[in-house]
């Protein structure tokens, strides 16, 4: 049993924990949950999923698992936070299976070539920037340019073809997703698509969890034989997110004081899509960050 050493904002910092992983799951004695972040000589750092009535020399205890979210095909237009639970006041959601939210990415002899283009329904980037299903393409432009109203786009038009469809919002307010959700119910492409959202007011562990259980929850399905794409709305509050926690935790700065390992987390969140041999046809993850 360890001891709850001291914590600030959504990070803990745990003494006593020999053996510890990185990416672990803790229980804390009044049930609150953390996840290793970092190890340190005596010290584990800790991500902490919610902080209410936290306090110093708590108890802490192992668990020996990694951090995992329940998945279900239930999901499906549906509104939820990182860790699966409802948002959008329609009752709890029934798991069927629990998945790491640390997957690795698949390995090169298990990809395939991409061959089959992703219609977006936006003519002038079908036309000019084709892509493929299991294809990486940023989405980049100043503020107010029509991104998210593009990356919507391009999820009507998968859903109406039946493709599961994942939009990540990380740190949007609740009245742009209000927007997102209408616009997709409007265009009948709701029941195929899935949001995960996080406001800015969320835990600083859940706006960083986000778009790490959005590729979660589209492994599950691209593993039930569908064609997923994942929109992550946005990548740069997610950065700033990480580079608030890793200030927390006197990281090193390197440019614009963001550490140097956000290039790492963020190419190994992406590495996670792709084109996929399946047993009877290819299956992928397209990501549109």
Same mark, same amino acid.
């Given at each position: 049993i360890g001891y709850l050493e001291s914590f600030s904002r959504s990070l803990g910092f745990v003494s006593g924990l020999p053996g510890a992983k990185a990416g672990e %799951? %803790? @229980?804390f004695e009044d049930g609150q949950e953390g996840i290793v972040y970092g190890l340190k000589e005596n010290i584990a750092e800790v991500l902490m999923i919610n902080t209410e009535g936290l306090r110093v020399g708590e108890k802490v205890t192992? !668990?020996?698992e990694d951090f995992k979210i329940p998945v279900s095909t239930k999901l499906l237009g549906r509104i939820i936070n990182p860790l699966c639970q409802s948002l959008d006041g329609k009752g709890m959601i029934k798991e069927e299976e629990k998945r790491n939210i640390w997957?690795?990415?698949?390995s090169f002899i298990e990809r395939e070539k991409i061959t089959e283009p992703l219609e977006t329904g936006v003519m002038m980037v079908d036309l000019l920037?084709? @892509?493929g299903y299991g294809q990486r393409e940023l989405v980049i432009g100043d503020a107010k340019t029509g991104k998210t109203s593009f990356l919507l786009q391009a999820i009507v038009s998968q859903a109406k073809k039946k493709? @599961?469809?994942v939009y990540v919002s990380i740190g949007k307010k609740d009245v742009a997703i209000k927007m997102v959700e209408n616009y997709l119910a409007s265009q009948n492409a709701l029941s195929n698509t899935i949001i995960v959202h996080t406001t800015p007011d969320d835990p600083l562990t859940l706006l960083y969890l986000a778009?790490?259980?959005g590729m979660t929850i589209a492994e599950y399905f691209r593993d039930k034989g569908n064609q997923v794409l994942i929109v992550f709305d946005? %990548? !740069?509050t997610h950065a700033k997110v990480w580079r608030e926690i890793s200030l927390l935790l006197k990281r090193t700065p390197g440019r614009d004081c963001y550490?140097?390992?956000i290039f790492f987390v963020h190419a190994s969140l992406l590495e996670r899509a792709g084109n996929l041999k399946g047993k009877e046809k290819n299956v992928s993850i397209t990501a549109l960050p």
């Open positions: %799951l %803790l @229980i192992r !668990t020996g997957a690795k990415a698949p920037v084709p @892509i493709n @599961i469809c778009p790490f259980s946005d %990548l !740069t550490p140097g390992d």
